[in-house]
């Protein structure tokens, strides 16, 4: 018993020095470009999904999910969150090539959240990530209209799915692509 202890105190001690070691010498990967391995990944997700519902608990949406709250979720979007995550049919080179982890592309997926727990993640962002919070950037009622948008990206009414999608074309003729 008293071996298997000794083993046990002593491999407490090695893997932090030897996580130390590889860190203060250069050879822990740093690289924003690099994709997360999948183990790195579910094991930010499990920490991630747990600490959204303790800090969304007792939020609700306040918006009415109005065309007009849509529009202007999708406005607010548009001009602060697509060029990282994605524009209508138009993901983003940049947010998905040159962060780690990639910035998720929302334009084609939507996000499964409920909007509590997408106001969460966009008024305080998630740290080592590339995510800025935007509490002190834009008032709480914008940020439920993105976060009610994003909710509803892939469950759009017709008029502000149109509306986006000849935004989007608009912008993609006057840059010359298609």
């Known amino acids: 018993m ?3 202890l000794i083993g046990f105190v002593v491999g407490i001690l090695i893997a932090p020095v030897l996580g130390a070691v590889v860190a203060f010498s250069g050879h822990f990967p740093v690289e924003a470009t690099a994709k997360p391995p999948q183990w790195e990944r579910r094991l930010a997700n499990m920490a991630l999904d747990p600490a ?10 306040p918006t009415s999910a109005t065309d007009d709250d849509l529009m202007k979720g999708m406005k607010i979007y548009r001009e602060h969150c697509a060029s990282c995550h994605g524009d209508r049919e138009k993901p983003s080179n940049w947010g998905r090539d040159n962060f780690y982890p990639p910035a998720p592309q929302l334009y084609g997926r939507g996000v499964h959240d409920p909007v509590p727990h997408i106001f969460v993640v966009v008024k305080y962002g998630v740290r080592y990530t590339g995510m800025g919070g935007w509490k002190d950037q834009m008032p709480d009622d914008d940020l439920w209209r993105v976060s009610t948008f994003l909710h509803r990206v892939k469950t759009l009414p017709a008029s502000v799915d149109s509306a986006w999608s000849a935004v989007a074309k608009a912008d993609a ?4 692509t298609e």
């Open 173 to 176: 003729d006057s840059s010359g």
């Open 52 to 61: 959204e519902d303790r800090k969304a608990e007792g939020l609700s949406d």
């Open 2 to 4: 008293g071996r298997i």
